[in-house]
C-alpha cells in the first residue's frame, strides 16, 4: 500500500470545503475496520485512507501549510499505513469512569502484547506493539497502542482466498476471542495486503506463535 505524500492532500481550504464529505466517507469506511474485543477494548484497522483523515484533521486542527511541517505529519503518520506485508492497527482500551480506567490499566499492564489474529488453517499470530515508542511500563498499560500484524506468505495467500479471520487477547485480565469475522470485514482487511508482497527488513524477527486462550465464561 503506497504511502501518502504531499501531493496527496488536500489544502486547508480544499479540506474544509470537503470536510462533511469526507467525513461521512470515513465512517462508512471505518464500520468495516473496526473490531470490538469484548467491551472495553476495539481494534481499529489503519489503511491509507484512515491515516489520511487524521493528517488532515492535523493541519487543520494545528493550522499548518508549510511545506516542512506538512512532511513532519506525513513521516510521522505514514508507518501507520500497512506494507502489503502486515495489517496495522491501533487498540484502544475504553473505560467511562476514570476510577475504573486507572485501576484497569494498572491491571492491564503488557496487554498490547497479548493481541492476536488467527487465519483459518495457520496457528495464531501475535501482534508486534508500539515498535517506534519508549519501552512499555511494566506497572500500567496505556490507553491506546499501535499494533502491526506481519503475515507469513501463505498466511496473507489464504486470507485474501476467503479462510475466515479471528482475533483475540489471552492477558490473564483480559481474556477474549472473537468469532469469525463478518465476510465484509474479513475482505477489507484481506486487500491491505499485497497479492505480491515486498518482503519487510531483515532486522524485523518473525513472532512465534501464541497459545490460544480458553473461552471466557
Same mark, same amino acid.
Given at each position: 500500500m503506497k504511502k501518502l505524500t504531499r501531493e496527496d492532500l488536500l489544502g486547508l481550504e480544499q479540506y474544509a470545503a470537503q470536510r462533511a464529505a469526507f467525513r461521512q466517507r470515513l465512517m462508512a469506511?471505518?464500520?468495516r475496520r473496526r473490531i470490538a474485543l469484548?467491551? #472495553?477494548?476495539?481494534?481499529?484497522?489503519?489503511?491509507?485512507?484512515?491515516i489520511q483523515y487524521q493528517v488532515q484533521e492535523m493541519l487543520r486542527i494545528e493550522r499548518i501549510f508549510e511545506?516542512? #511541517?506538512?512532511?513532519?505529519?506525513l513521516d510521522?503518520?505514514?508507518p501507520l499505513i500497512p506494507d502489503g506485508t502486515n495489517l496495522k492497527a491501533t487498540l484502544m482500551l475504553e473505560y467511562t469512569d476514570p476510577q475504573?480506567?486507572?485501576e484497569a490499566l494498572a491491571a492491564l499492564a503488557g496487554v498490547e502484547h497479548q493481541v492476536w489474529l488467527q487465519v483459518a488453517g495457520h496457528p495464531p499470530l501475535r501482534?508486534?506493539?508500539d515498535e517506534d515508542l519508549p519501552r512499555s511500563d511494566p506497572y500500567k498499560t496505556s490507553?491506546?497502542?499501535f499494533l502491526r500484524f506481519e503475515f507469513e506468505p501463505a498466511m496473507a495467500a489464504a486470507l485474501r482466498q476467503g479462510a475466515t479471520l479471528a482475533l483475540g487477547c489471552e492477558h490473564p485480565c483480559y481474556r477474549v476471542r472473537t468469532g469469525a469475522l463478518a465476510a465484509d470485514i474479513r475482505a477489507a482487511l484481506a486487500a491491505d495486503l499485497d497479492a505480491d508482497p515486498v518482503p519487510q527488513e531483515a532486522s524485523i524477527q518473525p513472532i512465534p506463535p501464541c497459545k490460544l486462550p480458553e473461552p471466557c465464561l
Open positions: 469506511h471505518k464500520r469484548g467491551e #472495553h477494548a476495539s481494534l481499529h484497522f489503519e489503511d491509507r485512507l484512515t511545506a516542512e #511541517h506538512i512532511q513532519a505529519e510521522a503518520y505514514n475504573q480506567r486507572r501482534a508486534i506493539a490507553a491506546v497502542h
